[in-house]
């Protein structure tokens, strides 16, 4: 299928802003919580990891690298909110890939089905928007169909606010040495396999969908809508979706997150179905874990003076979230 491709990156751009240029006319960060209660008593939330970055967000879940019935199956006997399988589909051919999704929703439903427990699943993507999208996420919605669960939405957040991948009024950015820049005029935007041209979630989707999906057709959830109208705006735009339509999300901040994820949660718990592809950050919001930087400042000074033993793995390059 033929992609939707403007003539050059859109929006159109001048030159990099600061971080509270690009938030200045903004409302305030609402404080929700991690609503760590409301996500234990939600839906087990599996996410299928398309390269080995996706858990460094995050602390005490599984990570499973085998996907057999019992292998599932002790992931969801763990006393957890969710667990990751890392499915590295990033590196896969596109048939390879979606073969992949398939066989991971065929063991993960028999599993679920043996331990009586209800899922969602998440599509664990890049912060830069790389990777086999809208494949995954039809293939995702497919398969849950025809195991009688018909997808409501698709949940588009790829924040990665550590380094400041933010989506605002749609536009996903990200920060270089010179400021805040939308996306497609990054160097990312550029990748010989996953290249793209719109900044704008909603264009980005018509562009990735070859046109299958219009503009119009993709809802939003603006900073607007989360830290004005609250989790229940976020519930209104949530139950209002229809036949697997794609919602973009606004971040900012984790507390944005956190407010989507406490719509989300109600709306699952009335009976609505979503599948999510995100970034990084949103894992922290959905399991309610709260981001822990002073700890992390704390470990890098600490390598500078010598008092922590080196990891002997190398860094993963945040580039690749």
């Given at each position: 299928?033929?992609?939707?491709?403007?003539?050059?990156?859109?929006?159109?751009?001048?030159?990099?802003?600061?971080?509270?240029?690009?938030?200045?006319?903004?409302?305030?960060?609402?404080?929700?919580?991690?609503?760590?209660?409301?996500?234990?008593?939600?839906?087990?939330?599996?996410?299928?990891?398309?390269?080995?970055?996706?858990?460094?967000?995050?602390?005490?879940?599984?990570?499973?690298?085998?996907?057999?019935?019992?292998?599932?199956?002790?992931?969801?006997?763990?006393?957890?909110?969710?667990?990751?399988?890392?499915?590295?589909?990033?590196?896969?051919?596109?048939?390879?890939?979606?073969?992949?999704?398939?066989?991971?929703?065929?063991?993960?439903?028999?599993?679920?089905?043996?331990?009586?427990?209800?899922?969602?699943?998440?599509?664990?993507?890049?912060?830069?928007?790389?990777?086999?999208?809208?494949?995954?996420?039809?293939?995702?919605?497919?398969?849950?169909?025809?195991?009688?669960?018909?997808?409501?939405?698709?949940?588009?957040?790829?924040?990665?606010?550590?380094?400041?991948?933010?989506?605002?009024?749609?536009?996903?950015?990200?920060?270089?040495?010179?400021?805040?820049?939308?996306?497609?005029?990054?160097?990312?935007?550029?990748?010989?396999?996953?290249?793209?041209?719109?900044?704008?979630?909603?264009?980005?989707?018509?562009?990735?969908?070859?046109?299958?999906?219009?503009?119009?057709?993709?809802?939003?959830?603006?900073?607007?809508?989360?830290?004005?109208?609250?989790?229940?705006?976020?519930?209104?735009?949530?139950?209002?979706?229809?036949?697997?339509?794609?919602?973009?999300?606004?971040?900012?901040?984790?507390?944005?997150?956190?407010?989507?994820?406490?719509?989300?949660?109600?709306?699952?718990?009335?009976?609505?179905?979503?599948?999510?592809?995100?970034?990084?950050?949103?894992?922290r919001a959905r399991t309610g874990q709260r981001a822990t930087p002073a700890r992390r400042q704390a470990f890098a000074r600490d390598l500078r003076l010598g008092t922590q033993p080196i990891p002997t793995t190398p860094a993963r390059p945040r580039s690749t979230a």
């Amino acid at each position: 299928m033929t992609s939707v491709n403007p003539a050059a990156p859109a929006p159109a751009f001048s030159g990099a802003i600061s971080l509270d240029q690009l938030l200045a006319d903004q409302p305030p960060e609402l404080d929700v919580g991690a609503n760590f209660d409301e996500v234990k008593t939600g839906r087990r939330v599996v996410f299928l990891d398309d390269d080995p970055t996706g858990t460094q967000t995050i602390t005490d879940l599984p990570v499973l690298t085998s996907w057999s019935v019992s292998d599932v199956q002790r992931a969801l006997q763990q006393p957890t909110t969710g667990f990751f399988i890392l499915t590295n589909t990033r590196s896969l051919s596109q048939s390879d890939a979606a073969d992949l999704n398939r066989e991971v929703v065929d063991a993960l439903h028999q599993a679920a089905d043996s331990e009586h427990v209800s899922y969602v699943i998440v599509s664990r993507s890049d912060s830069t928007l790389r990777g086999y999208f809208p494949l995954e996420t039809d293939v995702l919605a497919e398969e849950l169909a025809a195991r009688g669960t018909n997808v409501d939405g698709v949940v588009v957040c790829p924040a990665y606010i550590e380094p400041g991948r933010l989506t605002v009024d749609s536009v996903h950015w990200a920060r270089t040495n010179e400021g805040m820049i939308p996306v497609s005029h990054s160097e990312f935007a550029k990748d010989a396999s996953f290249g793209y041209r719109n900044s704008d979630l909603r264009d980005w989707v018509e562009e990735k969908s070859g046109g299958r999906i219009p503009r119009d057709k993709v809802a939003r959830i603006t900073l607007n809508d989360i830290r004005v109208g609250g989790p229940d705006r976020v519930l209104e735009i949530l139950t209002g979706l229809r036949d697997r339509q794609p919602v973009v999300v606004d971040t900012a901040a984790d507390a944005d997150q956190r407010v989507v994820v406490l719509g989300l949660l109600r709306a699952e718990a009335a009976g609505k179905n979503f599948i999510y592809r995100i970034g990084p950050s949103f894992v922290r919001a959905r399991t309610g874990q709260r981001a822990t930087p002073a700890r992390r400042q704390a470990f890098a000074r600490d390598l500078r003076l010598g008092t922590q033993p080196i990891p002997t793995t190398p860094a993963r390059p945040r580039s690749t979230a």
